[in-house]
């Protein structure tokens, strides 16, 4: 069965400072990932998808990801947060061809001013 | 820009009452999903939903839930007798081509 698993529950940063949140996926098949952002209060965004081709896919607000299929990983990286980061960040993994989407625990971000 | 709308955004029922939640996806999407969100814990898949009938579900969609599109633009989420384990946040969210789904707000249940 198809899971997903974000380490990083919570993450303290300062402004400014860089962002790599974790998330790794178990199936063996062609895999779609995602990053969602859940902001305090709205409901879940779509920040930047993988679907095939270039492992390194870039998103709204300045995010990307690295999708290695080796390491059945796909963490999301920003060079430098801002206070305005502060959310919930959650990984989702759908297995191509299927209608199910798994999403990973999510990881709680605050960025301090 | 188009939105995934839900209603209402709280809902409060008595223990094995039926509710509704409702939801309208972005009118040109064609894939549409229900998931719910316990307090605290992950999001979890409940059902996807195309061409008028569930392409894949979970374990937690069992038989006191069930779906419907009864006209072109609401997408509906029935829960038959509710139970206390049920209270969590249901959210829609629907697509265009199965990839990258866009999500509601959320409607909020409270099983008392």
């Known amino acids: 069965a198809q899971s997903v698993s974000q380490h990083n529950h919570h993450v303290i940063l300062s402004e400014a400072a860089s962002l790599e949140l974790g998330c790794n996926y178990s199936?063996?098949?062609?895999?779609?990932l995602f990053w969602y952002v859940q902001y305090p209060g709205q409901h879940l965004q779509l920040l930047l998808k993988?679907?095939?081709?270039?492992?390194l896919v870039k998103g709204i607000k300045g995010f990307e990801a690295e999708f290695i299929k080796s390491k059945f990983s796909f963490n999301l990286r920003k060079p430098s947060v801002q206070w305005s980061d502060t959310a919930e960040y959650f990984c989702?993994?759908?297995?191509?061809?299927?209608?199910?989407?798994?999403f990973g625990t999510g990881t709680r971000l605050k960025v301090l001013a | 820009e188009p939105e995934v709308t839900q209603t209402p955004s709280h809902q409060v029922t008595q223990m094995g009452q039926e509710v509704i939640l409702r939801c309208v996806p972005i009118s040109n999407h064609l894939y549409f999903y229900w998931y719910r969100q316990i307090l605290g814990q992950k999001v979890e898949f409940l059902v996807s939903?195309?061409?008028?009938?569930?392409?894949?579900k979970s374990e937690i969609f069992d038989d006191q839930f069930s779906v419907e599109r009864p006209d072109g633009s609401n997408f509906t989420l029935k829960i038959r007798s509710t139970k206390l384990e049920d209270s969590a946040m249901y959210f829609c969210a629907s697509s265009s081509s199965g990839k990258g789904q866009f999500f509601g707000p959320g409607t909020r249940l409270t099983v008392l």
């Open positions: 989702a993994v759908n297995a191509a061809g299927t209608y199910k989407y798994i």
């Open positions: 939903f195309y061409n008028n009938e569930i392409s894949e």
């Open positions: 993988y679907f095939s081709g270039d492992p």
């Open positions: 199936y063996g098949g062609t895999v779609n």
